[in-house]
């Protein structure tokens, strides 16, 4: 199954595509793990993102949308985390997966209010130390999402393909809300598009 996640930074995206992950055995596609660990690495995609993701902006689409294709391509099923973030990303992976055939299943959107994600993020950033997740940065994200990221909501909706998961119950609780959605989506005919 081609399972995309779209929500806020801190809606539970990357807990919940773990776990989907790993109950229906897909690999789990996360463009942040992905970008971080070019970074500590000093690869030269790292070394490309580092300074952008430090101020919590975007990482050019052309960058992003190569990252993805490499990951999909040879890929039976996925769990898609992190990407895309602008409109111009979505147009693009539904093109690019319109060309490998392997259109969505379905696209989750985990919804919890700024000041839970905000809250969830400086949690985080003081456990993990991650740059990213300082005060002014996390400001800067949650900024971003609602004027760039946002709009692909809408995208989806329209698509038919969305489908809304409350994400401020425990990690359980979202879980079961996905896992009934999935259950829905398989029983349902294959979708020809993206």
Known sequence: MNILLLGIQGSGKGTQAKRIAAEYDSPHVATGEILRKAIEEGTPLGKQVVDILARGELVPDATMIELIRERLTDSDGFVLDGFPRT????????????????????????????????????????????????????????????????????????????????????????????????????????????
Do not use: C, N, W
């Open 87 to 194: 409109m111009g990303q979505a147009e693009a992976l539904d093109d690019m997966l319109a060309e490998i055939t392997r259109p969505l299943d379905v696209v989750f959107v985990l919804q919890v209010p700024d000041d839970v994600a905000r809250e969830r993020l400086a949690k985080r950033g003081l456990e993990e130390g991650r740059a990213d997740d300082t005060p002014t940065a996390i400001d800067t994200r949650i900024a971003t999402y609602h004027r760039e990221t946002e709009p692909i909501v809408e995208h989806y909706r329209a698509r038919g393909s969305l489908v809304p998961i409350p994400g401020t119950g425990t990690v359980e609780e979202v879980f079961r809300q996905v896992q009934d959605a999935l259950e829905q989506v398989a029983s349902r005919p294959a979708r020809t598009g993206a």
